[in-house]
Protein backbone atom coordinates (compact mmCIF):
# COMPACT_ATOMS: atom_id res chain seq x y z
CA UNK A 1 0.00 0.00 0.00
CA UNK A 2 1.30 3.19 -0.84
CA UNK A 3 1.70 6.14 1.75
CA UNK A 4 1.57 9.62 1.91
CA UNK A 5 5.41 9.55 2.68
CA UNK A 6 5.97 6.82 -0.24
CA UNK A 7 4.62 10.52 -2.48
CA UNK A 8 6.61 12.61 -0.39
CA UNK A 9 9.76 10.65 -1.39
CA UNK A 10 8.67 10.21 -5.20
CA UNK A 11 8.85 14.14 -5.27
CA UNK A 12 12.64 14.42 -6.24
CA UNK A 13 11.83 11.80 -9.37
CA UNK A 14 8.99 13.68 -10.54
CA UNK A 15 11.58 17.04 -9.87
CA UNK A 16 13.70 15.55 -12.39
CA UNK A 17 11.43 13.79 -15.22
CA UNK A 18 10.16 17.86 -15.31
CA UNK A 19 13.53 19.32 -15.79
CA UNK A 20 14.68 16.58 -18.42
CA UNK A 21 11.21 16.73 -20.16
CA UNK A 22 11.14 20.64 -20.22
CA UNK A 23 11.89 21.15 -24.27
CA UNK A 24 9.35 18.40 -24.95
CA UNK A 25 6.75 19.56 -23.05
CA UNK A 26 6.67 22.70 -23.88
CA UNK A 27 6.86 22.25 -27.59
CA UNK A 28 2.89 22.79 -27.97
CA UNK A 29 3.01 25.98 -25.89
CA UNK A 30 5.54 27.59 -28.22
CA UNK A 31 4.18 26.62 -30.94
CA UNK A 32 0.75 28.43 -30.13
CA UNK A 33 2.58 31.03 -29.17
CA UNK A 34 4.19 31.58 -32.28
CA UNK A 35 5.62 35.41 -32.46
CA UNK A 36 3.17 36.63 -29.78
CA UNK A 37 5.53 36.45 -26.90
CA UNK A 38 6.75 39.82 -27.43
CA UNK A 39 2.91 40.81 -27.51
CA UNK A 40 2.38 38.85 -23.73
CA UNK A 41 1.40 41.52 -21.23
CA UNK A 42 0.18 39.05 -18.22
CA UNK A 43 0.56 36.21 -17.06
CA UNK A 44 -2.66 35.08 -14.98
CA UNK A 45 -2.44 31.25 -12.81
CA UNK A 46 -6.34 29.89 -11.88
CA UNK A 47 -6.67 27.07 -9.64
CA UNK A 48 -8.25 26.10 -6.56
CA UNK A 49 -6.71 24.86 -3.41
CA UNK A 50 -3.25 22.99 -4.02
CA UNK A 51 -3.50 24.43 -7.18
CA UNK A 52 -4.05 28.23 -5.96
CA UNK A 53 -0.83 27.40 -3.35
CA UNK A 54 1.21 25.93 -6.09
CA UNK A 55 0.50 29.42 -8.09
CA UNK A 56 0.95 31.60 -5.51
CA UNK A 57 4.63 30.25 -4.39
CA UNK A 58 5.86 30.20 -8.15
CA UNK A 59 4.00 33.64 -9.06
CA UNK A 60 6.96 36.00 -7.84
CA UNK A 61 10.01 33.76 -9.87
CA UNK A 62 7.66 33.45 -13.30
CA UNK A 63 7.24 37.33 -12.92
CA UNK A 64 10.63 38.18 -11.91
CA UNK A 65 12.05 36.00 -15.38
CA UNK A 66 9.56 36.58 -17.78
CA UNK A 67 9.24 40.57 -17.18
CA UNK A 68 5.40 39.83 -17.65
CA UNK A 69 2.63 40.98 -14.83
CA UNK A 70 1.85 37.56 -12.98
CA UNK A 71 -1.01 37.06 -10.93
CA UNK A 72 -3.22 34.22 -9.53
CA UNK A 73 -7.12 34.16 -8.63
CA UNK A 74 -9.23 31.26 -7.56
CA UNK A 75 -11.96 30.33 -10.48
CA UNK A 76 -15.12 31.66 -8.24
CA UNK A 77 -13.70 35.21 -8.72
CA UNK A 78 -12.07 34.86 -12.23
CA UNK A 79 -15.36 33.71 -13.60
CA UNK A 80 -18.11 35.76 -11.81
CA UNK A 81 -16.14 38.50 -10.12
CA UNK A 82 -13.69 39.47 -12.63
CA UNK A 83 -14.79 42.05 -15.20
CA UNK A 84 -11.68 42.48 -17.65
CA UNK A 85 -9.79 40.29 -19.21
CA UNK A 86 -6.86 41.05 -20.73
CA UNK A 87 -6.80 39.74 -24.45
CA UNK A 88 -2.62 40.01 -24.78
CA UNK A 89 -2.88 37.85 -21.16
CA UNK A 90 -1.59 34.06 -21.19
CA UNK A 91 -4.44 31.73 -18.86
CA UNK A 92 -2.97 29.05 -17.17
CA UNK A 93 -5.37 26.51 -15.68
CA UNK A 94 -3.75 24.52 -13.27
CA UNK A 95 -5.85 21.00 -12.09
CA UNK A 96 -4.11 18.19 -10.77
CA UNK A 97 -6.91 15.70 -11.45
CA UNK A 98 -8.35 17.91 -14.80
CA UNK A 99 -11.85 17.56 -13.06
CA UNK A 100 -12.23 20.86 -11.54
CA UNK A 101 -15.58 22.06 -12.20
CA UNK A 102 -14.79 25.77 -11.85
CA UNK A 103 -11.42 25.79 -13.47
CA UNK A 104 -12.35 23.92 -15.94
CA UNK A 105 -15.43 26.53 -16.71
CA UNK A 106 -12.85 29.43 -16.45
CA UNK A 107 -10.82 27.56 -19.45
CA UNK A 108 -13.74 27.12 -21.69
CA UNK A 109 -14.72 31.14 -21.21
CA UNK A 110 -11.07 32.64 -22.16
CA UNK A 111 -10.96 29.75 -24.88
CA UNK A 112 -14.70 31.14 -25.96
CA UNK A 113 -13.21 34.58 -25.90
CA UNK A 114 -10.53 33.69 -28.40
CA UNK A 115 -7.63 33.86 -25.79
CA UNK A 116 -4.93 31.38 -25.24
CA UNK A 117 -5.28 29.02 -22.51
CA UNK A 118 -2.80 25.90 -21.32
CA UNK A 119 -4.04 23.58 -18.86
CA UNK A 120 -1.63 21.71 -16.45
CA UNK A 121 -2.35 18.55 -15.13
CA UNK A 122 -1.80 14.87 -14.47
CA UNK A 123 -2.03 13.24 -17.93
CA UNK A 124 -3.31 14.29 -21.12
CA UNK A 125 -6.11 11.95 -20.46
CA UNK A 126 -7.21 13.98 -17.95
CA UNK A 127 -10.95 16.20 -18.85
CA UNK A 128 -9.21 19.52 -18.48
CA UNK A 129 -6.11 18.64 -20.46
CA UNK A 130 -8.43 17.24 -23.31
CA UNK A 131 -10.68 20.71 -23.53
CA UNK A 132 -7.31 23.20 -23.35
CA UNK A 133 -5.57 24.58 -26.28
CA UNK A 134 -2.36 23.88 -24.96
CA UNK A 135 -1.75 20.80 -23.02
CA UNK A 136 1.32 20.98 -19.92
CA UNK A 137 1.82 17.65 -18.19
CA UNK A 138 3.26 18.02 -14.43
CA UNK A 139 5.21 14.68 -15.04
CA UNK A 140 3.76 13.24 -11.44
CA UNK A 141 0.95 10.44 -13.07
CA UNK A 142 -1.87 9.56 -10.99
CA UNK A 143 -1.21 10.19 -7.25
CA UNK A 144 -2.69 8.06 -4.74
CA UNK A 145 -3.20 10.23 -2.32
CA UNK A 146 -6.02 12.80 -2.75
CA UNK A 147 -3.88 15.13 -0.03
CA UNK A 148 -1.59 16.33 -2.57
CA UNK A 149 2.34 16.36 -1.77
CA UNK A 150 3.46 15.35 -5.24
CA UNK A 151 1.34 17.45 -6.62
CA UNK A 152 2.51 20.96 -5.23
CA UNK A 153 5.81 20.37 -5.81
CA UNK A 154 5.46 19.35 -9.15
CA UNK A 155 2.52 22.15 -9.78
CA UNK A 156 5.19 24.86 -8.46
CA UNK A 157 7.90 23.37 -10.56
CA UNK A 158 5.99 23.24 -13.98
CA UNK A 159 5.40 27.19 -13.87
CA UNK A 160 8.80 28.14 -12.71
CA UNK A 161 10.40 26.10 -15.42
CA UNK A 162 7.68 27.51 -18.02
CA UNK A 163 8.56 30.54 -16.29
CA UNK A 164 12.47 30.31 -17.24
CA UNK A 165 11.45 28.57 -21.24
CA UNK A 166 9.66 32.26 -21.58
CA UNK A 167 11.84 34.16 -19.86
CA UNK A 168 14.69 32.89 -21.99
CA UNK A 169 12.35 33.15 -25.65
CA UNK A 170 11.04 36.74 -24.19
CA UNK A 171 15.13 37.83 -23.94
CA UNK A 172 14.18 39.05 -20.81
CA UNK A 173 16.65 36.71 -19.19
CA UNK A 174 20.09 35.60 -20.63
CA UNK A 175 21.41 32.56 -22.03
CA UNK A 176 23.84 32.31 -19.14
CA UNK A 177 21.35 33.47 -16.13
CA UNK A 178 19.35 30.55 -17.78
CA UNK A 179 21.80 28.28 -17.22
CA UNK A 180 22.37 29.28 -14.20
CA UNK A 181 18.84 28.90 -12.90
CA UNK A 182 18.68 25.51 -14.10
CA UNK A 183 22.01 24.70 -12.36
CA UNK A 184 20.07 25.65 -9.23
CA UNK A 185 16.78 23.95 -10.27
CA UNK A 186 19.07 20.43 -10.66
CA UNK A 187 20.19 20.22 -7.18
CA UNK A 188 16.92 20.36 -6.05
CA UNK A 189 15.74 17.01 -6.07
CA UNK A 190 18.73 15.46 -4.10
CA UNK A 191 18.34 18.55 -1.94
CA UNK A 192 15.12 17.15 -1.33
CA UNK A 193 15.88 13.86 -0.72
CA UNK A 194 18.17 14.71 2.03
CA UNK A 195 16.04 17.10 3.52
CA UNK A 196 12.89 14.48 4.51
CA UNK A 197 14.62 11.39 6.69
CA UNK A 198 16.07 14.45 8.40
CA UNK A 199 12.29 16.49 8.98
CA UNK A 200 11.29 12.46 10.23
CA UNK A 201 13.93 12.62 12.88
CA UNK A 202 13.55 16.05 13.89
CA UNK A 203 9.55 15.70 14.06
CA UNK A 204 10.31 12.32 16.60
CA UNK A 205 11.95 15.18 18.64
CA UNK A 206 9.22 17.90 18.31
CA UNK A 207 5.74 16.36 17.67
CA UNK A 208 4.51 17.26 20.81
CA UNK A 209 4.54 20.96 20.47
CA UNK A 210 2.18 20.22 17.36
CA UNK A 211 0.20 17.56 18.70
CA UNK A 212 -0.85 19.48 21.75
CA UNK A 213 -1.11 22.91 20.36
CA UNK A 214 -4.78 24.01 19.55
CA UNK A 215 -3.85 25.73 16.22
CA UNK A 216 -0.58 25.28 13.97
CA UNK A 217 0.16 28.72 11.99
CA UNK A 218 2.74 29.07 9.02
CA UNK A 219 4.01 32.10 8.07
CA UNK A 220 6.56 33.34 5.42
CA UNK A 221 7.48 36.21 3.48
CA UNK A 222 7.68 36.26 -0.44
CA UNK A 223 7.11 32.53 -2.43
CA UNK A 224 6.99 31.31 1.14
CA UNK A 225 3.84 32.30 1.64
CA UNK A 226 2.70 29.87 -0.74
CA UNK A 227 4.30 27.15 0.87
CA UNK A 228 2.87 28.59 4.63
CA UNK A 229 -0.61 28.27 2.75
CA UNK A 230 0.02 24.69 1.35
CA UNK A 231 1.63 23.68 4.50
CA UNK A 232 -1.77 24.71 6.64
CA UNK A 233 -4.15 23.19 3.72
CA UNK A 234 -2.16 19.74 4.45
CA UNK A 235 -2.43 19.76 8.39
CA UNK A 236 -5.84 20.87 8.14
CA UNK A 237 -6.80 17.81 5.61
CA UNK A 238 -4.38 15.07 7.09
CA UNK A 239 -4.35 14.66 10.83
CA UNK A 240 -7.63 17.85 10.20
CA UNK A 241 -5.83 20.14 13.04
CA UNK A 242 -6.64 23.56 13.27
CA UNK A 243 -3.99 25.45 11.13
CA UNK A 244 -3.81 28.35 9.10
CA UNK A 245 -1.11 30.38 6.93
CA UNK A 246 0.10 34.16 6.94
CA UNK A 247 1.78 35.98 4.63
CA UNK A 248 5.06 36.99 7.30
CA UNK A 249 4.26 40.45 7.78
CA UNK A 250 0.38 39.78 7.96
CA UNK A 251 1.26 37.47 10.60
CA UNK A 252 3.20 40.52 12.55
CA UNK A 253 0.39 43.03 11.39
CA UNK A 254 -2.61 41.73 13.73
CA UNK A 255 -2.25 37.99 14.01
CA UNK A 256 -0.06 38.90 16.96
CA UNK A 257 -2.60 39.65 18.92
CA UNK A 258 -4.35 36.28 18.83
CA UNK A 259 -1.11 34.53 19.47
CA UNK A 260 -1.26 32.51 22.88
CA UNK A 261 0.28 29.47 24.73
CA UNK A 262 -1.79 27.28 22.61
CA UNK A 263 -0.78 28.22 19.29
CA UNK A 264 2.62 26.44 17.68
CA UNK A 265 3.67 29.10 15.10
CA UNK A 266 6.05 28.04 12.34
CA UNK A 267 7.81 30.40 10.54
CA UNK A 268 9.64 29.75 6.94
CA UNK A 269 13.06 31.38 6.33
CA UNK A 270 14.91 31.82 3.38
CA UNK A 271 17.27 34.24 4.56
CA UNK A 272 16.01 37.17 2.28
CA UNK A 273 14.79 40.81 3.23
CA UNK A 274 11.98 39.64 5.88
CA UNK A 275 15.38 37.43 7.37
CA UNK A 276 15.11 39.96 10.46
CA UNK A 277 11.39 39.93 10.95
CA UNK A 278 11.07 36.14 10.56
CA UNK A 279 13.16 35.83 13.25
CA UNK A 280 12.81 38.12 15.48
CA UNK A 281 8.48 36.94 15.67
CA UNK A 282 10.13 33.13 16.14
CA UNK A 283 12.19 34.44 19.16
CA UNK A 284 8.74 36.17 20.64
CA UNK A 285 6.65 33.50 20.45
CA UNK A 286 9.80 30.91 21.79
CA UNK A 287 10.78 33.31 24.76
CA UNK A 288 6.64 34.40 25.41
CA UNK A 289 4.89 31.23 24.44
CA UNK A 290 7.44 28.25 24.45
CA UNK A 291 5.96 27.35 21.27
CA UNK A 292 7.41 27.82 18.13
CA UNK A 293 10.12 26.74 15.46
CA UNK A 294 12.06 28.29 12.14
CA UNK A 295 12.07 26.26 8.96
CA UNK A 296 15.11 27.60 7.00
CA UNK A 297 18.77 28.67 6.88
CA UNK A 298 19.01 30.85 9.24
CA UNK A 299 17.35 29.87 12.42
CA UNK A 300 17.50 30.68 16.34
CA UNK A 301 18.14 27.65 18.59
CA UNK A 302 18.77 23.69 18.40
CA UNK A 303 15.38 22.98 18.00
CA UNK A 304 14.43 24.64 15.10
CA UNK A 305 15.10 22.51 11.66
CA UNK A 306 18.02 24.49 9.87
CA UNK A 307 18.31 23.49 5.92
CA UNK A 308 21.83 24.69 3.92
CA UNK A 309 19.73 25.26 0.57
CA UNK A 310 21.28 24.72 -2.76
CA UNK A 311 18.08 25.60 -5.01
CA UNK A 312 18.60 29.45 -4.67
CA UNK A 313 15.37 31.12 -5.97
CA UNK A 314 13.75 27.33 -5.84
CA UNK A 315 14.37 27.04 -2.24
CA UNK A 316 10.33 26.86 -1.33
CA UNK A 317 10.52 23.31 -3.01
CA UNK A 318 13.45 22.94 -0.56
CA UNK A 319 11.38 23.58 2.56
CA UNK A 320 8.22 21.89 1.40
CA UNK A 321 9.15 18.59 2.29
CA UNK A 322 9.53 19.80 6.18
CA UNK A 323 6.07 21.03 6.27
CA UNK A 324 4.49 18.18 4.45
CA UNK A 325 6.70 15.35 6.93
CA UNK A 326 4.87 17.67 9.59
CA UNK A 327 1.04 16.74 8.73
CA UNK A 328 2.11 13.44 7.60
CA UNK A 329 3.28 12.58 11.25
CA UNK A 330 0.83 14.57 13.22
CA UNK A 331 -2.07 12.06 11.19
CA UNK A 332 0.18 9.95 11.88
CA UNK A 333 1.20 10.24 15.37
CA UNK A 334 -2.38 11.14 16.37
CA UNK A 335 -3.93 7.69 14.60
CA UNK A 336 -5.70 9.17 11.41
CA UNK A 337 -6.38 6.75 8.75
CA UNK A 338 -3.86 7.48 6.19
CA UNK A 339 -4.14 4.23 4.19
CA UNK A 340 -8.13 3.56 3.61
CA UNK A 341 -8.92 5.41 -0.10
CA UNK A 342 -11.45 7.93 0.78
CA UNK A 343 -15.29 7.61 0.15
CA UNK A 344 -16.78 10.96 -0.57
CA UNK A 345 -20.79 9.36 -1.70
CA UNK A 346 -21.95 11.45 1.34
CA UNK A 347 -20.33 14.83 0.84
CA UNK A 348 -20.82 14.47 -3.19
CA UNK A 349 -24.61 14.53 -2.09
CA UNK A 350 -24.22 17.53 -1.21
CA UNK A 351 -22.01 19.40 -3.56
CA UNK A 352 -19.60 18.61 -5.85
CA UNK A 353 -16.69 19.81 -6.78
CA UNK A 354 -14.99 17.94 -9.36
CA UNK A 355 -16.57 15.88 -12.12
Known sequence: MVTILDCIERVPQVLETIIEKRHKNLEQLFSALENKIDSLEEIVFVGSGTSNTSAITSKI???????????????????????????????????????????????????????????????????????????????????????????????????????????????????????DYHALAAKVPDSHRSITPRALEWMDKNRRNFLRSQCVVFTGADALQGVAL????????????????????EGLHGANYGYNHSHCVVVLNNGGRDNNKALALARWVKDVFNNGFVIGNEVVDEKD???????????????????????YRMGLDQGSDLITPDDHKVMKSYFKTHG
Open 305 to 327: FAIDFKGGDFNCLEIAPVVQIIA
Open 230 to 249: EAAVKVWEIPQHISIGYELE
Open 61 to 179: FVEKVTGIKTSVVYPNDFCFNTYYYNPKALYVFTSQTGTSIVARQAQKMMQDKGFLTIGISESPETPIAKESMVFLDMCCGKEEHLRRTIGYCASVFTHMIMGLELGLRKGSITQKEYD
